[in-house]
């Protein structure tokens, strides 16, 4: 899963940093497991918990120097995984007969510092590099170079459900838009972690016409600017077009620059409206208000890039209903980890991901063979999608949204298990999105007829509903859920003890003493009903009338 870090961070103008592999050194683990370790490691188990645990051995097995999208690792993990579904009966669904769908992923960052020179009253002045700002890199192009007038709109959110423009009273078309970073109080937080991307913010702007976009630090923000500039050439992704050209949602419009407090005040001088938003950020008011600048800004960026090539793995069970196979249920996992970084205490670089998110990937080969093990097959299609640098952005299932090799309006839901924990006897099941649409009465449904009950977000703020794969196909307009054991009980304890110690961490590894395999087979088993009964039921999932994310994407049942 990717971190909520990322997303906030301001410097993740539109994709997300890449993960601890930009500062790896060679791969090195620990002399080995202890006597101990491997004794536990290789205990007998009952069948269905032995099959898969075999499967997170292998994917998350300092081998596989944890699976980082791109590398050779990774394709072997790739490769693995085909022939699981190959043995699962799946029929191939990725390109040209087989079970791999190629994704162009494309690496970018500024070649240079680049210059920003604000213009005014004819005077022009140069902004300082890693005082007043750090450059973006632009994956569409490799020179930037824009000249234009600058308006700030606030926080750079249009949401007309709440009757909210911060772009009420300027006009963006052809200007660079200044927006600060982050998102006020008063949404909730799933649409607070929408509204607070810069990605989704770029997207308004490029919507209104802007020229190009430049996110301001938040005043009174608790992290140093000079701690960005750290990283300003850092690597991003993005998946790349037919022309090798990355892909930007925003597209034509590029994130220029983060700018500092310091940058702003020369970008705005005396500007009244920018004395007002700073007294209002202070005095924690929602909304401010927008307005033109009195100086232009003229930036020329340079941007580096390289291509490399990664895979989705796709196989599908076909529907046997003639009134509904053509329709299709995607259950997702993301098969990516972080591959190789920072060493811990011990030494030990290989981020093994064995819960991220190998486990996830081995309940759906399990889920897998329970569709296949009735002898009925489901009366909608059924596809298996294993996705590719969902650590780097959610890129692989952005991909494959875009690009599907099912036609995109036969799509019909969308299932994703990011990171289940299985530490614990779980009593509950929460599934992230589901009061959204007619999901989350299947996934009532289903959870009691197992004896689970479905749980509450329990941690709201942190927008967990899109920070992984299933978020690429609400972009799409697909109902879709996140499923996670519960927290109920011991669970929540449990879960904040894994995030504490092990998650995107070396010590995220097999040899973990607190997995219990029975309570993944559970998982599974919930997982299962859970799908079987959206394949089978005689109406398509729907998003409930009025919810924000299926009317902002057109979602089927929406409006």
């Not at 009757?163 to 909730?188: C, H």
């Not at 005040?265 to 009244?272: P, S, T, V």
């Not at 689970?452 to 697909?478: A, I, K, L, W």
């Amino acid at each position: 899963m990717i971190k909520s870090r990322l997303l906030r961070s301001t410097i993740a103008f539109t994709l997300i940093t890449l993960s601890p592999t930009v500062l790896a050194q060679d791969a090195k683990a620990p002399a080995g497991p202890s006597a101990e370790d491997n004794a536990r490691v290789n205990a007998p188990l009952p069948p269905a918990e032995a099959a898969m645990k075999a499967h997170v051995m292998f994917l998350a097995s300092d081998a596989m120097k944890g699976r980082d999208a791109g590398s050779p690792e990774y394709d072997i993990a790739a490769q693995y995984v085909a022939a699981q579904y190959y043995a699962a009966g799946l029929r191939p669904a990725g390109d040209n007969g087989s079970y791999l769908q190629s994704v162009p992923l494309l690496s970018f960052r500024p070649a240079d510092k680049g210059t920003l020179t604000v213009t005014r009253g004819g005077t022009p002045v140069t902004l300082e590099f890693g005082k007043d700002y750090i450059p973006g890199g632009d994956p569409e192009r490799l020179s930037t170079v824009i000249d234009a007038g600058v308006v700030f709109a606030g926080y750079g959110i249009v949401a007309p459900h709440l009757k909210r423009d911060d772009y009420k009273g300027v006009d963006a078309k052809g200007k660079i838009v200044a927006i600060l970073s982050g998102a006020p109080g008063g949404f909730d937080g799933e649409e607070r972690a929408h509204f607070g991307s810069n990605a989704n913010k770029a997207v308004i702007a490029a919507k209104l016409g802007a020229a190009g976009v430049i996110v301001i630090e938040t005043p009174g923000s608790r992290r140093p600017f000079a701690q960005l500039a750290d990283h300003w050439q850092e690597w991003r992704m993005t998946w790349a077009d037919a022309k090798g050209n990355g892909h930007l949602p925003a597209k034509g419009t590029p994130s220029l620059a983060v700018i500092s407090i310091a940058g702003a005040a020369k970008l705005f001088g005396d500007d009244k409206g920018w004395a007002a938003a700073i007294k209002a950020v202070e005095a924690n008011k929602p909304q401010l208000k927008a307005f033109a600048a009195r100086a232009t800004l003229a930036a020329a960026l340079k941007t580096e890039r390289k291509m490399v090539m990664s895979s989705n793995v796709a196989g599908i069970i076909p529907g046997s209903d003639p009134a509904l196979k053509d329709e299709v249920v995607v259950l997702s996992a993301h098969l990516d980890h972080v591959g190789v970084g920072r060493a811990d205490a011990k030494g030990d670089t290989i981020y093994n991901g064995a819960m991220d998110n190998a486990m996830g990937i081995a309940s759906l080969i399990e889920e897998a063979k329970r569709f296949r093990d009735p002898g009925k097959a489901p009366r909608r299609s059924v596809m298996f999608l294993a996705v590719t640098a969902e650590e780097k952005g959610l890129i692989g299932a952005d991909y494959f949204a875009h690009n599907p090799t099912v036609p995109k309006d036969k799509i019909v839901a969308n299932v994703n298990l990011d990171m289940p924990v299985i530490t614990y006897k779980f009593e509950d099941m929460i599934a992230f999105g589901a009061a959204r649409s007619t999901l989350g009465e299947t996934v009532a449904r289903a959870t009691a007829s197992v004896g689970v009950g479905v749980g509450t977000d329990p941690m709201p703020e942190q927008g967990f509903f899109v920070r992984s794969d299933h978020y690429r196909f609400v972009q799409q307009g697909v109902p879709s859920v996140f499923l996670w054991p519960g927290m109920a009980g011991v669970g929540k304890e449990a879960f904040e003890r894994f995030l504490t110690n092990r998650y995107h961490k070396p010590s995220d590894e097999i040899t973990n003493p607190e997995i219990m395999w029975d309570q993944g087979v559970r998982f599974i088993e919930a997982n299962y009903v859970i799908a079987r009964e959206i394949a089978d039921a005689d109406q398509r999932p729907a998003w409930k009338k009025g919810d924000f994310f299926g009317t902002l994407y057109n979602g089927y049942g929406a409006k």
